[in-house]
Each structure stands twice: as structure tokens, then as C-alpha cells.
């Protein structure tokens, strides 16, 4: 499978600042609260954050328009080793190729690890399937925060070795 044109109708290229408030006004709802639960923000500064911040920052579009952004962002906060924070929000539109989606993300969690030793990031128990797709491509639950974020819900952290994910 090609990485930036996986399909006729499906393309990833370089995100842009454009991108990013086009996505913002159309996330899908449980981005948005993950989100909120998670920092307080405003969809359009979590997502200007992220831009801003990933090494690597890509929107996938969907007959031309775009429906999902995502990136990486190296974790200052471990010494031992390179750690990359990996993200994906999107809008609906990400159901309406969600097979190639499962596949196409498999690969670029792949792309996104070069150069880091481990990537992970904390996301929103109630995100269950968010939770499952991390899970089936290699990413493991390290540990389990009751209360997180701007509104204290429980959230999960997911990690996985560069390593195991080449191999999965």
C-alpha cells in the first residue's frame, strides 16, 4: 500500500494551517471531548498545538477533503530513551474508509516511529475503540490514570517499542 496515496479517493500529505481549522470545526464528537476531558481546550488550539509541535505533522484527505490529522511530538519528559507522543483526530468522514484507514494507520505508525526509541500517548477510556485499534496494531496499556486532565476522568496510557511495531 502506497502511504500517500493508499487508494483513488484517499491521500496524505503535509498538513497545513488550513487544515487544521477545517478540521477543527469538524471533528468527530468523541475528539472533541477527549479533547475537553483531557485539557480544557478549544479544538482549534489542541489542534494549532499539535501542528505547531509534531516533528511531523500529516492530514489525510478524503476526495480531496480533508478528514483526519496526525502527528508526533517528542516527549520531553523521558531521558532514558527518544519518546514520541503519536495523535490522529478526524472527522466522521474517517467511517467512510475505515478498513483502509486501519490499514493505512498500521503503516504509518511505522513511518511515525523512525527515529524514536518508543511511542505512546494517554488517551480517553472511554475512547474503547480508539483503545482496541492501538491495541491490535502493538501498543500495550502501561498504566491506567482515575483521574486526568482538566476534568479528572479516567484516561489510559498505551506505549510500544519501535521494534515490536516494525514487527506486528
Request: glycine share 8%; hydrophobic share 45%; proline share 4%.
Amino acid at each position: 500500500m502506497d502511504l500517500f496515496r493508499p487508494t483513488a479517493t484517499i491521500e496524505v500529505r503535509p498538513a497545513t494551517g488550513a487544515d487544521v481549522k477545517f478540521l477543527a470545526e469538524r471533528l468527530r464528537h468523541e475528539d472533541v471531548a477527549e479533547i475537553v476531558a483531557a485539557s480544557g481546550l478549544k479544538p482549534i488550539i489542541a489542534l494549532g498545538q499539535g501542528f505547531v509541535e509534531s516533528e511531523q505533522c500529516w492530514v489525510v484527505t478524503y476526495k480531496g477533503e480533508p478528514c483526519a490529522i496526525f502527528g508526533v511530538v517528542e516527549s520531553p519528559h523521558v531521558q532514558w530513551a527518544r519518546f514520541g507522543r503519536v495523535w490522529l483526530l478526524g472527522t466522521d468522514k474517517v467511517q467512510l474508509w475505515s478498513l483502509t484507514f486501519h490499514k493505512l494507520t498500521a503503516l504509518w505508525i511505522r513511518k511515525l516511529s523512525e527515529g524514536y526509541a518508543i511511542l505512546g500517548n494517554v488517551v480517553d477510556e472511554r475512547q474503547t475503540a480508539h483503545l482496541r485499534w492501538l491495541k491490535r496494531i502493538g501498543f500495550k496499556q502501561i498504566r491506567r490514570y482515575e483521574h486526568y486532565g482538566h476534568l479528572g476522568l479516567p484516561f489510559v496510557e498505551l506505549v510500544a517499542f519501535t521494534e515490536e511495531i516494525n514487527h506486528v
